[in-house]
């Protein structure tokens, strides 16, 4: 199949387009290489991924770049661009929120409403439930988002279910649980605490750290991915977690045990827009995908002190 991802150089962009590329379709990258962290790192996820003859890469910015000449022939759309990042999104900052997640899933599900593809799947996030009713939170609770970028991804998610309703956009919704693994962003916390540990540095724990996430090594959440958009019958919203629910402090001491080093802690106060906690309920992914997530925390946090050690290699 002929596939198109926007947000490819990015942390599960990259990865969702090379597993593609591995299965043997042909994959058109959309990237505008925002500089809310440094664009040197997705350059380096394009340049993997650009040695591969069946990727091509646009960059183009999808709120205000036309992208119809890229759909030709397109079966699948893998909406993975976003503005990333809770306590970013307050403020004047907001804008390029508004800008990233809202008008850019706007243009794109306009680009694609009168084109015949088999899915458009829309990578949402956790973010949207806020402080949960329940735990393990299942898809059909009520959002209640507490930070304005989860405001903006459940805006998203609301124009996708329109375009569906009203134009037959094939509409498929994942929600990532805090995804990690090699290449995450340097503002993620497993990312942050692992250079903090490898360099002997302080790491900022904001809060008391007993706050828990439902962490997903990016394996997992690449496969929930594909099992959503290449399963005809799939629609709605699935919850994508790794199973792996553990509280911040208790991951630390994970890490520490990997890296063989004891952590400097700085406790400083709970920042806005942080939930307290993160569980997913997953049934509906195990019952109608076959989605199982196969990699422990430790494992997973393993391969990513990995890749973290050999960047400074």
């Given at each position: 199949?002929k596939c198109l991802v926007t947000?490819?150089?990015?942390?599960?962009?990259?990865?969702?387009?090379?597993?593609?590329?591995?299965?043997?379709?042909?994959?058109?990258?959309?990237?505008?290489?925002?500089?809310?962290?440094?664009?040197?790192?997705?350059?380096?996820?394009?340049?993997?991924?650009?040695?591969?003859?069946?990727?091509?890469?646009?960059?183009?910015?999808?709120?205000?770049?036309?992208?119809?000449?890229?759909?030709?022939?397109?079966?699948?759309v893998f909406h993975l661009a976003?503005?990333?990042?809770?306590?970013?999104?307050?403020?004047?900052?907001?804008?390029?929120?508004?800008?990233?997640?809202?008008?850019?899933?706007?243009?794109?599900?306009?680009?694609?409403?009168?084109?015949?593809?088999?899915?458009?799947?829309?990578?949402?996030?956790?973010?949207?439930?806020?402080?949960?009713?329940?735990?393990?939170?299942?898809?059909?609770?009520?959002?209640?988002?507490?930070?304005?970028?989860?405001?903006?991804?459940?805006?998203?998610?609301?124009?996708?279910?329109?375009?569906?309703?009203?134009?037959?956009?094939?509409?498929?919704?994942?929600?990532?649980?805090?995804?990690?693994?090699?290449?995450?962003?340097?503002?993620?916390?497993?990312?942050?605490?692992?250079?903090?540990?490898?360099?002997?540095?302080?790491?900022?724990?904001?809060?008391?750290?007993?706050?828990?996430?439902?962490?997903?090594?990016?394996?997992?959440?690449?496969?929930?991915?594909?099992?959503?958009?290449?399963?005809?019958?799939?629609?709605?919203?699935?919850?994508?977690?790794?199973?792996?629910?553990?509280?911040?402090?208790?991951?630390?001491?994970?890490?520490?045990?990997?890296?063989?080093?004891?952590?400097?802690?700085?406790?400083?106060?709970?920042?806005?827009?942080?939930?307290?906690?993160?569980?997913?309920?997953?049934?509906?992914?195990?019952?109608?995908?076959?989605?199982?997530?196969?990699?422990?925390?430790?494992?997973?946090?393993?391969?990513?002190?990995?890749?973290?050690?050999?960047?400074?290699?």
């Open positions: 199949m947000g490819a150089a990015g942390f599960i962009g990259s990865h969702v387009a090379e597993r593609l590329l591995k299965d043997g379709h042909t994959v058109v990258g959309i990237d505008r290489f925002s500089d809310y962290y440094d664009p040197a790192l997705k350059r380096s996820n394009a340049e993997d991924l650009l040695e591969n003859s069946g990727f091509e890469l646009a960059v183009r910015d999808l709120a205000i770049d036309q992208i119809s000449d890229l759909l030709g022939g397109v079966d699948v976003a503005q990333a990042g809770v306590r970013a999104s307050w403020g004047e900052s907001f804008d390029r929120y508004v800008d990233d997640n809202i008008r850019a899933t706007q243009r794109l599900l306009e680009a694609v409403k009168d084109r015949r593809i088999d899915k458009f799947l829309y990578a949402s996030t956790s973010s949207v439930y806020g402080d949960a009713e329940k735990f393990p939170t299942p898809e059909d609770v009520r959002p209640r988002p507490v930070s304005p970028y989860g405001v903006t991804k459940l805006a998203a998610e609301h124009l996708c279910n329109l375009y569906q309703r009203n134009y037959g956009v094939p509409v498929v919704a994942v929600r990532y649980f805090t995804v990690y693994g090699p290449r995450q962003r340097p503002d993620m916390a497993f990312r942050r605490f692992i250079d903090a540990l490898l360099g002997g540095w302080e790491i900022d724990v904001y809060g008391d750290g007993g706050q828990t996430r439902d962490f997903t090594y990016v394996s997992d959440a690449v496969d929930a991915t594909l099992r959503a958009a290449f399963s005809p019958e799939a629609t709605g919203v699935f919850n994508v977690g790794g199973g792996s629910q553990i509280a911040l402090r208790d991951a630390i001491s994970v890490l520490e045990e990997l890296i063989g080093k004891e952590a400097i802690l700085n406790f400083t106060d709970p920042v806005a827009g942080d939930s307290r906690d993160t569980s997913a309920d997953t049934s509906r992914a195990a019952a109608e995908l076959k989605y199982r997530p196969s990699v422990d925390l430790a494992s997973g946090l393993a391969n990513q002190v990995a890749w973290q050690r050999g960047l400074g290699d």
